[in-house]
């Protein structure tokens, strides 16, 4: 059975909402989701990697409102969409 393939970089930043410098300072920091870099230097995230970060980004859920918050040193406090 194939593995499904790794989503390239872009589409990481596409689907956080990031832009490639905040992206790369998280990575500095060891705070990004894990990457695979590839011979030819390009990244890639496998989609359960990136899930497993999103999910961990994922803190708490405001009893009053019932919204989810994604609270962090790194991320400025937003809703998820459809929360």
């Not at 790794?6 to 992206?23: D, G």
């Not at 497993?52 to 989810?68: H, K, L, P, Q, V």
């Amino acid at each position: 059975m194939p593995r499904p393939p790794a989503l390239k970089l872009t589409e990481v930043l596409t689907e956080i909402r990031m832009s490639p410098s905040a992206f790369y300072r998280l990575r500095a920091r060891g705070r990004a989701p894990r990457m695979i870099k590839l011979p030819n230097g390009e990244l890639h995230c496998r989609r359960p990697d990136l899930d497993a970060w999103w999910e961990a980004c994922i803190i708490r859920r405001d009893s009053r409102t019932g919204r989810t918050w994604l609270l962090s040193t790194w991320l400025t406090e937003r809703t998820l969409p459809g929360a």
